[in-house]
């Protein structure tokens, strides 16, 4: 009924509408993007727009908004960023050819694509250096397959999980923008747990095995060599699915893909995913980068390499030849960091991300920029295998000989050079339909035309010249604008000269300062210019698509050429860290030994400006030292300590060089870091429950392989439950998983666990009381805490002098069994004037100690005079 009340424009909106009804609908009206109904209130609302209204249905306004095309894409960026799915509307013929089929007839509109979060493909929509991840979740009988793919990159993996939570693992570490599932029920506990993602629901025709077979054949019909039989029938339906999906958002185009990578869980080292964040490896606790592993390492200088280093450090290898394949090419560039370094950095710096200029060509969304980009890079990787080739020539290195197949032994590749370097103009515009991106003399019927149409436009100034003599108005012009073509324009004052003659003028357009005419001979013109111009324009698209056709066809090569010099961008990286940092590779093996030598914490070390206190971590089970029970006070540098072994382990597994003199690690399975948990407090865990929650997930996952770093374990409640816990998990840590382990502990009393076992050493920091202060020296040494410092560590944070007087006496009273019945309850009450005063008071004595008198000059000595005096004036 609602339908018949509407005008014919609205009914199209809305019968679109019904075949996209989770979709925010971008409808094409001119030079606008329109939304209706609820649509338009939604997009209002969150794009901050005017909400307005087109007509009336049952006396009630229709609500409207509209953004201009030419800026649908940020607008567009902002829907996607708060979450919604975003139909986009296109007129797909003119309003003359409506009003061929009938004079009522409305424009045809199509739905051209569906923009989704996991679906992103321009550039400035993009967040580098991270990945656009699309997920899809598939459950099969016995197992569930994860498939994750960046259409703008081209990456695509395919991983099995066997139980729920490692599903949620896998979510949590990949971060997609996006996950589809089936419309069953077998989902649920993603959907309970899942708060970040747009979620989107798709049939289960999706999983009929013969169209998405159908579909993940088609995505890689150009390589040929390309084999898809070692994939199983459950992995080809979750691949095909999710490419299925692509396609559907995107008109039923196919993006270019890498082939796919089988990911397996014992492939790389496993970090759960508190442990990523307390190790801030890819973002710091308050969600920036600065001061994050990643942002510390990375010396890339493309964005397919900082893509890459990222993906390394979050997904560290646990097989030891491939780790060793990624550190002989790092060590391939620190031996010639002199000669090569400075060389390759020309041709590798501001390499274009080709693997997203070829995925928006693919997907009709490219422009002649984009091919400029993939010439660009594709004569970079080739000037880069020529500089590397000396250097490498009689090795037998697979890396370089696969570089050298894909970029200068590649007859495709340099015929895709020679191509565009011949076809491809100066100025390029954005887009193909803007015209005059194509080389004068590279079609010659192209040439022709174009010959054609400028011999056209030099009639037009003849034709001026002819106007001007014959209607005596020197200042006459022809001038030319889209709505009336090419046209005579002269000013008001002499209008009179042609109104009153019978010459062969024709009236177009009347303005407040000029007239507009026309004549037959300059219709002629015109209409032969502009078809001209539109014979031009139809054959530079033509070879616009023959040139996006030879690409695709080498699509695998090309994406093969980003992915190996985005390897070679991390090695180099990985090199120039090294020399500035003083890090050395990593001897990685079989055995279960941990052992650093004056390792550093990468991130402190590039943050703080004091020199680091490098220390040393030797755990190996045949030197019976593979438990080592570490106690010290706060700010002595446990934390760090813990965290910097952790981090050397990651980057070692990673492929890079570690901050470290020496560093010799058996290859490990598993890496816990059970340190601070403020992070889940939001989801209504106490923090001791969150520290049993994944001390628990440790002890039940944790092998002999592992490596587990513990952080006060037993915090959080009472003193005697808490050392119970900790002297219990130490001890289920010894006998039953035996792996190697960095425990600190403020229970001093653990100690004693170390008659028990031989393979538990103890550890603490070296302080040192000087003039009855606390300096912490950060210095790691064996044996056990003096004291945990507690209150001398408050005292130093500025607790009031009363209360830490009294938390003295406290002490002491507990020390020597008194027992807090025998605690007088009175305690002084505060002078808060008095207590600012000591503390300033404090503040200046601290001040005129460090003074240096023999550096300060007698104008100094004064103004620091005048400046303790004005403070205490105060």
Same mark, same amino acid.
Request: some cysteine; charged content about 25%.
């Given at each position: 009924?609602?339908?018949?009340?509407?005008?014919?424009?609205?009914?199209?909106?809305?019968?679109?509408?019904?075949?996209?009804?989770?979709?925010?609908?971008?409808?094409?009206?001119?030079?606008?993007?329109?939304?209706?109904?609820?649509?338009?209130?939604?997009?209002?609302?969150?794009?901050?727009?005017?909400?307005?209204?087109?007509?009336?249905?049952?006396?009630?306004?229709?609500?409207?908004?509209?953004?201009?095309?030419?800026?649908?894409?940020?607008?567009?960026?902002?829907?996607?960023?708060?979450?919604?799915?975003?139909?986009?509307?296109?007129?797909?013929?003119?309003?003359?050819?409506?009003?061929?089929?009938?004079?009522?007839?409305?424009?045809?509109?199509?739905?051209?694509?569906?923009?989704?979060?996991?679906?992103?493909?321009?550039?400035?929509?993009?967040?580098?250096?991270?990945?656009?991840?699309?997920?899809?979740?598939?459950?099969?009988?016995?197992?569930?397959?994860?498939?994750?793919?960046?259409?703008?990159?081209?990456?695509?993996?395919?991983?099995?999980?066997?139980?729920?939570?490692?599903?949620?693992?896998?979510?949590?570490?990949?971060?997609?923008?996006?996950?589809?599932?089936?419309?069953?029920?077998?989902?649920?506990?993603?959907?309970?747990?899942?708060?970040?993602?747009?979620?989107?629901?798709?049939?289960?025709?999706?999983?009929?095995?013969?169209?998405?077979?159908?579909?993940?054949?088609?995505?890689?019909?150009?390589?040929?060599?390309?084999?898809?039989?070692?994939?199983?029938?459950?992995?080809?339906?979750?691949?095909?699915?999710?490419?299925?999906?692509?396609?559907?958002?995107?008109?039923?185009?196919?993006?270019?893909? &890498?082939?796919?990578? +089988?990911?397996?869980?014992? @492939?790389?080292?496993? /970090?759960? %995913?508190?442990? !990523?964040?307390?190790? =801030?490896?890819?973002?710091?606790?308050?969600?920036?980068?600065?001061?994050?592993?990643?942002?510390?390492?990375?010396?890339?200088?493309?964005?397919?390499?900082?893509?890459?280093?990222?993906?390394?450090?979050?997904?560290?290898?646990?097989?030891?030849?491939?780790?060793?394949?990624?550190?002989?090419?790092?060590?391939?560039?620190?031996?010639?960091?002199?000669?090569?370094?400075?060389?390759?950095?020309?041709?590798?710096?501001?390499?274009?991300?080709?693997?997203?200029?070829?995925?928006? &060509?693919?997907?009709? +969304?490219?422009?002649?920029? @984009?091919?400029?980009? /993939?010439? %660009?890079?594709? !004569?970079?990787?080739? =000037?880069?295998?020529?500089?590397?080739?000396?250097?490498?020539?009689?090795?037998?290195?697979?890396?370089?000989?696969?570089?050298?197949?894909?970029?200068?032994?590649?007859?495709?590749?340099?015929?895709?050079?020679?191509?565009?370097?011949?076809?491809?103009?100066?100025?390029?515009?954005?887009?193909?339909?803007?015209?005059?991106?194509?080389?004068?003399?590279?079609?010659?019927?192209?040439?022709?035309?174009?010959?054609?149409?400028?011999?056209?436009?030099?009639?037009?100034?003849?034709?001026?010249?002819?106007?001007?003599k014959l209607s005596g108005i020197n200042n006459l012009k022809i001038k030319y604008n889209s709505f009336l073509g090419y046209f005579i324009d002269i000013s008001s004052?002499?209008?009179?000269?042609?109104?009153?003659?019978?010459?062969?003028?024709?009236?177009?357009?009347?303005?407040?300062?000029?007239?507009?005419?026309?004549?037959?001979?300059?219709?002629?013109?015109?209409?032969?210019?502009?078809?001209?111009?539109?014979?031009?324009?139809?054959?530079?698209?033509?070879?616009?698509?023959?040139?996006?056709?030879?690409?695709?066809?080498?699509?695998?090569?090309?994406?093969?050429?980003?992915?190996?010099?985005?390897?070679?961008?991390?090695?180099?990286?990985?090199?120039?860290?090294?020399?500035?940092?003083?890090?050395?590779?990593?001897?990685?093996?079989?055995?279960?030994?941990?052992?650093?030598?004056?390792?550093?914490?990468?991130?402190?070390?590039?943050?703080?400006?004091?020199?680091?206190?490098?220390?040393?971590?030797?755990?190996?089970?045949?030197?019976?030292?593979?438990?080592?029970?570490?106690?010290?006070?706060?700010?002595?540098?446990?934390?760090?300590?813990?965290?910097?072994?952790?981090?050397?382990?990651?980057?070692?597994?990673?492929g890079g060089y570690c901050p470290a003199e020496q560093v010799n690690i058996g290859v490990c399975d598993k890496l816990f870091c059970r340190v601070g948990s403020g992070?889940?407090?939001?989801?209504?865990?106490?923090?001791?429950?969150?520290?049993?929650?994944?001390?628990?997930?440790?002890?039940?996952?944790?092998?002999?392989?592992?490596?587990?770093?513990?952080?006060?374990?037993?915090?959080?409640?009472?003193?005697?439950?808490?050392?119970?816990?900790?002297?219990?998990?130490?001890?289920f840590l010894m006998q039953n998983i035996k792996c190697k382990t960095l425990f600190a502990t403020h229970y001093n009393q653990l100690a004693a666990l170390e008659k028990?076992?031989?393979?538990?050493?103890?550890?603490?920091?070296?302080?040192?009381?000087?003039?009855?202060?606390?300096?912490?020296?950060?210095?790691?040494?064996?044996?056990?805490?003096?004291?945990?410092?507690?209150?001398?560590?408050?005292?130093?944070?500025?607790?009031?002098?009363?209360?830490?007087?009294?938390?003295?006496?406290?002490?002491?009273?507990?020390?020597?069994?008194?027992?807090?019945?025998?605690?007088?309850?009175?305690?002084?009450?505060?002078?808060?004037?008095?207590?600012?005063?000591?503390?300033?008071?404090?503040?200046?004595?601290?001040?005129?100690?460090?003074?240096?008198?023999?550096?300060?000059?007698?104008?100094?000595?004064?103004?620091?005079?005048?400046?303790?005096?004005?403070?205490?004036?105060?």
């Amino acid at each position: 009924m609602l339908a018949k009340k509407l005008t014919p424009l609205l009914r199209q909106y809305l019968d679109i509408k019904q075949q996209y009804n989770d979709c925010l609908i971008f409808f094409r009206l001119g030079d606008f993007y329109e939304l209706f109904f609820e649509d338009a209130e939604i997009a209002a609302k969150t794009l901050s727009i005017t909400l307005t209204k087109r007509g009336q249905v049952d006396g009630e306004d229709i609500p409207m908004c509209g953004v201009p095309h030419h800026h649908g894409d940020s607008y567009l960026a902002k829907l996607l960023k708060n979450g919604f799915k975003v139909a986009i509307c296109e007129q797909v013929e003119t309003p003359e050819e409506s009003k061929k089929r009938g004079y009522k007839e409305i424009i045809k509109r199509k739905v051209v694509r569906i923009a989704t979060p996991g679906t992103l493909t321009e550039e400035k929509e993009l967040i580098s250096p991270e990945n656009n991840y699309l997920m899809s979740v598939t459950f099969f009988n016995t197992h569930f397959n994860i498939v994750y793919a960046d259409i703008s990159t081209g990456e695509i993996s395919i991983k099995k999980a066997l139980r729920e939570n490692e599903v949620l693992d896998i979510i949590e570490s990949i971060l997609p923008a996006e996950i589809i599932l089936p419309k069953t029920q077998e989902y649920e506990f993603i959907l309970k747990t899942n708060k970040k993602n747009l979620v989107t629901f798709i049939d289960n025709k999706y999983l009929d095995i013969e169209s998405a077979s159908n579909y993940f054949e088609k995505t890689y019909r150009f390589d040929k060599k390309l084999s898809l039989i070692n994939f199983s029938v459950d992995e080809k339906i979750s691949l095909g699915a999710t490419i299925k999906y692509i396609a559907f958002t995107q008109n039923e185009k196919t993006p270019v893909m &890498l082939f796919p990578q +089988r990911n397996k869980i014992d @492939d790389y080292l496993e /970090i759960d %995913n508190a442990s !990523k964040r307390n190790l =801030e490896i890819v973002k710091n606790l308050n969600g920036d980068s600065e001061g994050s592993l990643f942002n510390s390492l990375n010396f890339t200088m493309t964005a397919t390499g900082s893509r890459k280093l990222l993906n390394d450090l979050s997904n560290p290898l646990s097989n030891l030849n491939s780790i060793n394949k990624r550190l002989d090419l790092v060590n391939f560039f620190y031996d010639n960091f002199d000669d090569l370094n400075n060389i390759v950095a020309k041709s590798i710096n501001n390499f274009p991300d080709i693997s997203r200029s070829l995925s928006r &060509l693919s997907l009709g +969304r490219g422009g002649p920029k @984009d091919l400029f980009c /993939i010439l %660009n890079g594709l !004569k970079k990787s080739i =000037e880069l295998c020529e500089v590397v080739n000396d250097k490498v020539d009689g090795l037998n290195d697979d890396f370089f000989l696969k570089f050298l197949k894909n970029t200068k032994g590649n007859k495709d590749v340099q015929k895709i050079v020679l191509t565009l370097e011949s076809a491809l103009g100066e100025n390029l515009p954005l887009l193909s339909r803007d015209g005059n991106f194509i080389k004068a003399g590279f079609d010659a019927k192209l040439d022709e035309v174009r010959k054609f149409r400028d011999e056209a436009k030099a009639l037009i100034i003849k034709e001026e010249e002819s106007e001007k003599k014959l209607s005596g108005i020197n200042n006459l012009k022809i001038k030319y604008n889209s709505f009336l073509g090419y046209f005579i324009d002269i000013s008001s004052s002499n209008n009179d000269k042609l109104k009153n003659t019978d010459l062969h003028y024709i009236h177009r357009q009347t303005l407040k300062n000029s007239f507009r005419y026309t004549t037959k001979n300059l219709t002629s013109i015109s209409e032969k210019i502009l078809n001209a111009n539109f014979e031009s324009l139809e054959l530079e698209i033509e070879i616009y698509n023959k040139l996006v056709s030879l690409l695709l066809q080498s699509s695998g090569n090309i994406l093969n050429i980003a992915n190996l010099v985005a390897r070679i961008d991390v090695a180099i990286s990985w090199s120039n860290y090294a020399k500035k940092y003083g890090a050395v590779r990593p001897q990685l093996n079989d055995s279960s030994e941990f052992i650093v030598k004056k390792g550093r914490h990468p991130s402190v070390e590039k943050t703080h400006t004091e020199s680091f206190i490098a220390n040393n971590c030797i755990l190996n089970e045949k030197d019976n030292n593979l438990f080592r029970l570490i106690t010290g006070p706060n700010m002595s540098g446990k934390s760090t300590y813990l965290r910097q072994n952790a981090l050397i382990l990651i980057i070692a597994q990673a492929g890079g060089y570690c901050p470290a003199e020496q560093v010799n690690i058996g290859v490990c399975d598993k890496l816990f870091c059970r340190v601070g948990s403020g992070d889940e407090l939001a989801k209504g865990n106490s923090t001791f429950m969150v520290e049993m929650l994944e001390t628990a997930n440790i002890l039940n996952s944790a092998t002999n392989r592992s490596l587990v770093i513990l952080d006060e374990i037993g915090r959080g409640t009472s003193t005697y439950d808490g050392m119970s816990l900790a002297w219990a998990t130490v001890e289920f840590l010894m006998q039953n998983i035996k792996c190697k382990t960095l425990f600190a502990t403020h229970y001093n009393q653990l100690a004693a666990l170390e008659k028990n076992y031989i393979l538990l050493k103890l550890n603490t920091f070296r302080v040192k009381k000087w003039k009855n202060e606390l300096i912490f020296l950060h210095q790691l040494i064996e044996g056990v805490a003096e004291s945990s410092y507690g209150i001398e560590v408050a005292k130093m944070a500025g607790l009031p002098e009363v209360v830490v007087i009294k938390a003295r006496e406290v002490l002491n009273n507990l020390e020597n069994g008194l027992g807090v019945e025998n605690i007088n309850s009175d305690i002084q009450t505060i002078d808060i004037n008095r207590e600012k005063k000591n503390t300033m008071l404090k503040l200046l004595e601290d001040q005129i100690i460090s003074l240096n008198l023999n550096n300060l000059t007698p104008i100094e000595a004064l103004n620091f005079l005048k400046e303790i005096k004005d403070k205490l004036e105060e």
